[in-house]
């Protein structure tokens, strides 16, 4: 695959050269005495044009019929709605635009193509013309600008209430934890000086003097309950990190030595989400290709995948080392019966490093 990558750039590269050096030749012929190019160049570059607007118009459709599915599932947070309505609006109005200028362009080339005898028509200039292709443009654009600031404002607004669920994410080199704050509420303080003591039980430092921090809960699999406000604060432990949540519409920087913040509230548990039918589409079609895989492994002498079965992750996005793409956490969202039952199951870092 990469030779035939290295061979492909090598080819597209010896033709660019030789397209440049035409170039470079066309430019020291003295024009009034050589003709460039006849009525029949002209013709079959106007026809090109036009065959390579139907290329790309049938290609748009293709790519939304055979990849269209890939795109993610319905939002699975309250803010996720707004998000996606931002980035669909602008899509559409790309694709609107996109769709009538390539036309415009190729449509002329090819209708106005070369032919000897005909006269190009001098048009100075038009200022009704010009103030409407400005003033649509500026209007769209400013109004598109302002709608993403509010959605953005809207979204990046993280205010402390007594409601919400604080969650403490911790990224190292290549894993993730996260830290709940308890009974009290309050997160206990935290040092990555502390991360030695008790034998590396202390998985995130916690500062055993702080009391806020003996009832601090810390896990590898994160649960959250559906519909309570959860507010994130992240931490890292080494370099940059990024805490991604893409069903929520969710993503943060994790930077050593200061604390960011995101909030969201989930709004689909994990059992709904696997029932959504879009979703039982998309992992059919996994399955379908992952057992496929499995017998060419099992021919192999390998062991067969496991099918896969939807779950939400937290996923690192931002390249942090040799691991990286292995950095994620599953997270299970879920009533808040179920998750009050889970939370009673866990030790406390109290108990933990007792
Ligand atoms: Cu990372």
């Given amino acids: 695959m990469t030779t035939l990558l290295i061979l492909t750039v090598l080819v597209l590269i010896g033709i660019s050269i030789w397209q440049i050096s035409k170039m470079f030749e066309l430019s020291q012929t003295d024009r009034n005495t050589t003709e460039i190019a006849d009525d029949r160049d002209n013709n079959t570059q106007g026809k090109l044009m036009f065959a390579f607007l139907v290329f790309i118009y049938l290609l748009t459709l293709y790519s939304f019929y055979a990849w269209g599915d890939v795109l993610l599932p ?121 991360l030695q003591d008790f034998d590396g039980k202390n998985l995130v430092g916690i500062d055993a003097t702080d009391p806020n921090g003996l009832d601090d809960v810390v896990v590898q699999e994160l649960h959250l309950p559906v519909g309570r406000e959860v507010i994130f604060k992240m931490r890292s432990q080494d370099v940059l990190h990024s805490a991604y949540m893409p069903h929520f519409r969710a ?57 896969y079965i939807f779950d939400y992750v937290l996923l690192c996005n931002k390249i942090c080392g040799a691991s990286h793409y292995n950095m994620q956490m599953k997270i299970v969202v879920e009533t808040p019966e179920e998750y009050n039952q889970w939370m009673a199951e866990q030790q406390t870092f109290a108990q933990v490093i007792q």
């Fill in 74 to 194: 319905e939002s699975a947070s309250e803010h996720g709605t707004d998000y996606d309505n931002l980035l669909w609006i602008s899509f559409a109005l790309i694709f609107f635009v996109q769709t009538i200028t390539q036309a415009l362009l190729h449509y002329f080339a090819y209708k106005y193509r070369g032919e000897k005898g005909k006269k190009a028509l001098f048009y100075a200039d038009n200022d009704r013309l010009e103030a409407i292709w400005t003033i649509i443009p500026v209007i769209t654009l400013a109004g598109l600008i302002l709608y993403g600031l509010y959605t953005w404002t809207n979204i990046m607004q993280v205010e402390e209430n007594d409601e919400a669920l604080v969650v403490e994410l911790y990224a190292q080199q290549f894993n993730w934890k996260a830290r709940y704050a308890g009974n009290d509420g309050v997160l206990g303080d935290a040092n990555v000086r502390f």
């Fill in 251 to 307: 993503q943060m920087n994790c930077v050593p030595g200061m604390i960011t913040e995101f909030a969201f509230k989930p709004t689909v548990t994990t059992e709904e989400m696997r029932q959504n039918p879009d979703m039982v589409a998309k992992v059919k079609k996994i399955n379908k290709i992952r057992s496929e895989n499995s017998k060419e492994l099992v021919a192999n002498g390998e062991e067969a995948l496991e099918p």
